[in-house]
């Protein structure tokens, strides 16, 4: 039972994942600001709800309409051990849409700081490092190189997939070359434990000979495997 309920909290994390834009920078205190990541993925956004801080961002639209904005969670003091500080890093993660097209930071209402977030999803027709699947589909359709595991169930293997992807398979065929090496070294293997068997029950006088069988089958082995994989390379 407690498996199961586990199974549809995950289940419905997974279902509730939607585009988000997440933005990582540096504010010092004399209001520089340096944005040094900046990306769309699929996951949930920042819900609670941030106080006390001197700074909010705004993402607006064409002409400058503020279509959401929220508090920075940003202090230049730190608790342990109590002491201030000149910079701090801050990050916040927004529900993601296409109509964005810039990044405003303010300090107290004064406008610090803004940066271009259309380039996230140009719509040229290109996937452009800084757009992906997340944000931008019709540049970067699902499987494509853009840093994003997108793991769709679509037949498109991810190559970002680091733990793999369940549409990318084997497309490798078995080939006469390894028919080749595989029954050569099954029968080869088959002789080479009849020889040690009769090498064991000879006479003390009549081992060398088998000793000298059980080299030449050692060695028909690993040509049998290895000749037919380079035949197989080279063709």
Known sequence: MRFSFLFLILLSATVAAEPIV????????????????????????????????????????????????????????????????????????????????????????????????????????????TENFAGCPQDCPSGSTDGLCDRQADNRCDADCVAGDKDCKITDKVTVFDVISLGGAIALTILFAITLYFLMRSPVEQRRIWKSRIVLIIAAKIVIIVVPQILKIMG
């Open 22 to 129: 997440e933005f990582d920078f540096l504010i010092n205190q004399s209001g520089d600001v340096y944005v040094y990541n900046m990306r769309t993925l699929f996951g949930q956004p920042d819900e609670s709800e941030v106080t006390n801080t001197e700074f909010k961002i705004t993402l607006n639209g064409e002409g400058g309409a503020v279509m959401t904005q929220t508090n920075v969670p940003a202090s230049f003091v730190i608790l342990d051990p109590f002491q201030p500080v000149a910079q701090v890093p801050a990050s916040v993660q927004l529900p993601y849409t296409q109509a964005y097209k810039k990044l405003r930071i303010y300090r107290n209402d004064e406008w610090l700081y803004e940066h271009d977030v259309s380039v996230l999803c140009n719509n040229d027709g290109r996937c452009q490092h």
